[in-house]
T-cell receptor, first 113, second 114 residues
Framework: DTAVSQTPKYLVTQMGNDKSIKCEQN?????MYWYKQDSKKFLKIMFS???????INETVPNRFSPKSPDKAHLNLHINSLELGDSAVYFC????????????FGPGTRLLVL | DAKTTQPTSMDCAEGRAANLPCNHS???????VYWYRQIHSQGPQYIIH???NNETNEMASLIITEDRKSSTLILPHATLRDTAVYYC???????????????FGTGTLLAVQP
């Protein structure tokens, strides 16, 4: 069984469009994250949520809006997509906020044309 | 910014031990050393972590120097499937948002050769 899953795996879209990426974890974890890995392979945290509450927002443009309908899901909605948003987006989860191991999903490869 | 320095790349022969060094000379007393790896096109995977004692699990061993300014990740018998980018991460112990994020550096690309 997949612990952390993301959909879609690939996303190709035009500049200016709005798109969403979904993440689900079946580990019973309270905390979920979004990371972005750019073309130079730098991996950087964007957001974290704990029990549906926003904990970390790493100065991400407000075109990015995470939404956590329940603690097993953390979706990422992106408005007005720009070329620079092209990257691989990874979702992760951990048991809580105490520095526990983070488990990553397989990533969503977003290409903005 | 990442508080660690790692070599950009390393090679290792299949079946031999892979020793991956990490420098974290500014580490504080309440900071752990974590290792994750990222196999091509996959999400990062946790390997091991430690505070000051050496640690071993089914994947690897972590050796931390007595002054805690550097550490070495050891994969005892590297296989081709261990080819990946290995990230050494320093992370503050504690509870809460600021301590709970992983700050990735550039990592070491380990290439296991047949």
């Amino acid at each position: 069984d997949t612990a952390v899953s993301q959909t879609p795996k690939y996303l190709v879209t035009q500049m200016g469009n709005d798109k969403s990426i979904k993440c689900e974890q079946n580990l019973g974890h309270d905390t979920m994250y979004w990371y972005k890995q750019d073309s130079k392979k730098f991996l950087k945290i964007m957001f974290s949520y704990n029990n549906k509450e926003l904990i970390i927002n790493e100065t991400v443009p407000n075109r990015f809006s995470p939404k956590s309908p329940d603690k097993a899901h953390l979706n990422l909605h992106i408005n007005s997509l720009e070329l620079g948003d092209s990257a691989v987006y990874f979702c992760a989860s951990s048991r809580g906020l105490g520095g526990e191991t983070q488990y990553f999903g397989p990533g969503t490869r977003l290409l903005v044309l | 910014d990442a508080k660690t320095t790692q070599p950009t790349s390393m090679d290792c022969a299949e079946g031999r031990a892979a020793n991956l060094p990490c420098n974290h000379s500014t580490i504080s007393g309440n900071e752990y050393v974590y290792w994750y790896r990222q196999i091509h096109s996959q999400g990062p995977q946790y390997i091991i972590h430690g505070l000051k004692n050496n640690e071993t699990n089914e994947m690897a061993s972590l050796i931390i120097t007595e002054d805690r300014k550097s550490s070495t990740l050891i994969l005892p018998h590297a296989t081709l499937r261990d080819t990946a980018v290995y990230y050494c991460i320093v992370r503050v112990a504690g509870y809460g948002g600021a301590t709970n994020k992983l700050i990735f550096g550039t990592g070491t690309l380990l290439a296991v050769q047949p």
